[in-house]
């Protein structure tokens, strides 16, 4: 079965920086395209940031110069690394394959505030 464990959210001041980190199975994860998703209260689940099985990265324009998305085949994990968080940016994070699977894991919440 397809699982995937988001981690590393937590409260910052904007302008601060989150690396998160999730760990997924069920899947040859090399030869899967990967994401990262976020939901903020009240509105859908979006794309923010992909990263192709040859790492070939695309962002939402929202986020764009300040999220770097990366991966590490070896240990099946993908990574976000925010910077210049903006309150905007608070929502509940997570990962799955492009196009996603219908399996979601729990998502780490970023929460951005002075």
């Known amino acids: 079965q397809v699982q995937f464990v988001e981690s590393g959210g937590g409260l910052v001041q904007p302008g601060g920086s989150l690396r998160l980190s999730c760990a997924a199975s069920?899947?040859?994860?090399?030869?899967?395209?990967m994401g990262w998703y976020r939901q903020a209260p009240g509105k859908q689940r979006e794309l923010v940031a992909s990263?192709?099985?040859?790492?070939?990265?695309n962002y939402s324009d929202s986020v764009k110069g300040r999220f770097t998305i990366s991966r590490d085949n070896a240990k099946n994990t993908v990574y976000l690394q925010m910077n210049s968080l903006k309150p905007e940016d608070a929502a509940v994070y997570y990962c799955n394959g492009i196009p996603n699977y219908i399996y979601w894991g729990r998502g780490t919440q970023v929460a951005v505030s002075s």
């Open positions: 069920g899947m040859i994860f090399r030869f899967t395209n």
């Open positions: 990263i192709s099985t040859a790492d070939v990265r």
